[in-house]
Each structure stands twice: as structure tokens, then as C-alpha cells.
């Protein structure tokens, strides 16, 4: 199938190079990194070994092709814009995946695609950016894909098959709109912690403070996530966490990574939307705004 990955990070480059074992793969992604994997191939150790030979540019001007598969993995802050680029290059067939972090980025790809197009995928594979053309799977995890209904289509089906017969292990979700905000509650009470205290997943669990400070973030998300009549369980929601940092201990957190390029993190998409939904409907959101507050001042 002809896939295309927008957004070539961390995670961007870790599903279109397994991707591109079975299938032609087109990576948009900065220009240093779109060099190197043009040069050499995009290189992948750790938990996965792989010398890709997926090709890469920074747009879609040079793509020739019409994507089967276009998958949306930039930040949230990112979505509109490239959700704008892939049109341009999709047809009513496409099928897009929006893999991303957050609680806003769906609502940003439908002003541009049809949302009969769109399916969602969740991830809690690890995966750090190391250089240029080079990246390092560091948590095996797993993914979930569904529509925005719930209903298994036939092009939901299509792309589970090809995740899976790449290798990555996809089960399809009935609720995928719940399983958003259970990611946004894991990555709320994980991100901000490592940004701040710039630290992999798993010392937020070695430490007795962090761990506290975890747990009493997961509690107030989960409330905030209540009072949108999610209806989930704060125990259920700190057992999810804590094995989502054990799964990615070696892991630095997508925002302690943007941290550390200087580049924009996306806590205004998770904790930020927190907050603002926090507000809305008049429940306790402290913890929620300090994280905001401190990691929008060290950016």
C-alpha cells in the first residue's frame, strides 16, 4: 500500500519504518532528518532493529502518489496546518490516521477532511529521537485503532491488517473516543513531571514524592474526565498509568523531548484542555494549572 507519515518524530519515524517493510513509504518530516534517511536509510535500534528504506521529504509537493494511508502524527499544535498539506494530496479513498497525543486534534482534522475518513490510533510504544535519520524504540506497548462511531469499517479493518502484518500489534477498540481521554489522563499525570524534572518514565515511579505527585494528578484528571460524563475509575485509571511508565521506563516523554530541541510542547493540548474543561464545568483543576503554568514558562 502507498502510506504516507506527516510528521516524522519520535513515534512518526517508529511506525513508518515498520511500515515500510511491507509497504512504500513516504516520511514528511525537518530537513536534517529527511537528509539523513534519503542518504543512509532510517536506521532503528533498540527493541526493533531495522535499516528502513522508506523515502522521505519536508512536503507533500514532491509525492507522486495517492496515499491509501495518511497518517497525521505531528504535534497537536501542528494538526490544522498539516491536515491542510495532506489534502492536497488525498482523495475521498484515503484513509487518515490521526496518531497524536491530546484532546483537541480530531476536531482540527474534520474542517478539512470528511470524518467518515478518519480513524484514531493510540499508542503507548516508546520511542526516542536520537539523531538525524536515527531513532531508538525504548518501550514495546500497545496500540488501539477505532472510529470516531465505533463501528469496524472495512477501511478501519485495512489498516489493522497492515499494522499487523508489519508488526505492530493493533486490536481495534469499540470506544476509541474514551480510550482519548484515558491517554490524555496517562499523559497529563506523565509528561509535565518528566518535563519539569527532566527525567525517563520509569523514576517517576522510584521516586516516593513523583509517584505521589503522579497519582494525585491521575485523581484530578480522572475527576475532570468525569465531569464530561466519561465516567471512569480513579483506580483503574493509576494502575493504567503505572504500568504505562513501567512499559516505558527507558522512555523520555514526547514533551521532555520537545523540551530538550527547544521546541513548543503540547501541554496546552493535555493539560491545557484539562484545565479548560476543568473551568467549564467547575470542578477542582489546581494540579492541572500549575503543570500548565511551569512548563509554559520554561518553554
Same mark, same amino acid.
Given at each position: ?13 517508529? &511506525?513508518?519504518?515498520?511500515?515500510? !517493510?511491507? +509497504?512504500?513509504?513516504?516520511? =514528511?518530516? #525537518?530537513?536534517?532528518?529527511?537528509? *539523513? $534517511? ?110 470516531l462511531n465505533g ?11 497492515? &499494522?499487523?502484518?508489519?508488526?505492530? !500489534?493493533? +486490536?481495534?477498540?469499540?470506544? =476509541?473516543? #474514551?480510550?482519548?481521554?484515558?491517554? *490524555? $489522563? ?54 493504567k498509568t503505572k ?57
Amino acid at each position: 500500500m502507498n502510506i504516507l507519515v506527516f510528521g516524522a518524530g519520535a513515534i512518526g519515524s517508529l &511506525f513508518g519504518g515498520v511500515l515500510s !517493510k511491507n +509497504n512504500n513509504v513516504v516520511l =514528511i518530516g #525537518r530537513k536534517k532528518h529527511v537528509e *539523513a $534517511i534519503n542518504k543512509k536509510g532510517l536506521e532503528i535500534n533498540g527493541l526493533t532493529e531495522i535499516n528502513a528504506e522508506a523515502k522521505a521529504f519536508e512536503n507533500v509537493d514532491n509525492i507522486s502518489f495517492k496515499p491509501d494511508i495518511a497518517i497525521i502524527s505531528v504535534k497537536s499544535y501542528d494538526t490544522e496546518n498539516a491536515t491542510k498539506a495532506i489534502k492536497k494530496v488525498i482523495d475521498k479513498n484515503t484513509i487518515i490516521v490521526s496518531l497524536q497525543n491530546g484532546l483537541d486534534n480530531i476536531e482540527k482534522i474534520e474542517k478539512h477532511v470528511d470524518k467518515k475518513q478518519i480513524v484514531v490510533c493510540i499508542t503507548t510504544h516508546g520511542s526516542v529521537f536520537s539523531k538525524p535519520g536515527h531513532i531508538v524504540h525504548t518501550g514495546v506497548g500497545k496500540t488501539i485503532i477505532g472510529t470516531l462511531n465505533g463501528k469496524k469499517t472495512i477501511a478501519l479493518t485495512t489498516v489493522i491488517e497492515e &499494522f499487523n502484518a508489519s508488526g505492530i !500489534k493493533t +486490536n481495534y477498540s469499540k470506544d =476509541i473516543v #474514551r480510550d482519548i481521554w484515558i491517554k *490524555a $489522563i496517562v499523559n497529563s499525570s506523565i509528561n509535565p513531571l518528566t518535563t519539569i524534572f527532566q527525567c525517563n518514565n520509569g523514576n517517576l515511579l522510584k521516586n516516593p514524592i513523583l509517584e505521589k505527585s503522579v497519582e494525585k494528578i491521575c485523581e484530578e484528571s480522572t475527576n475532570i474526565a468525569n465531569s464530561e460524563n466519561l465516567n471512569l475509575s480513579y483506580n483503574e485509571m493509576i494502575k493504567k498509568t503505572k504500568e504505562v511508565i513501567r512499559e516505558t521506563s527507558e522512555n523520555k516523554s514526547s514533551m521532555l523531548q520537545s523540551f530538550l530541541q527547544g521546541k513548543k510542547t503540547e501541554i496546552d493540548s493535555i493539560n491545557g484542555m484539562l484545565l479548560k474543561i476543568a473551568r467549564k464545568n467547575k470542578v477542582k483543576s489546581m494540579l492541572n494549572e500549575v503543570l500548565v503554568n511551569i512548563v509554559s514558562n520554561q518553554q
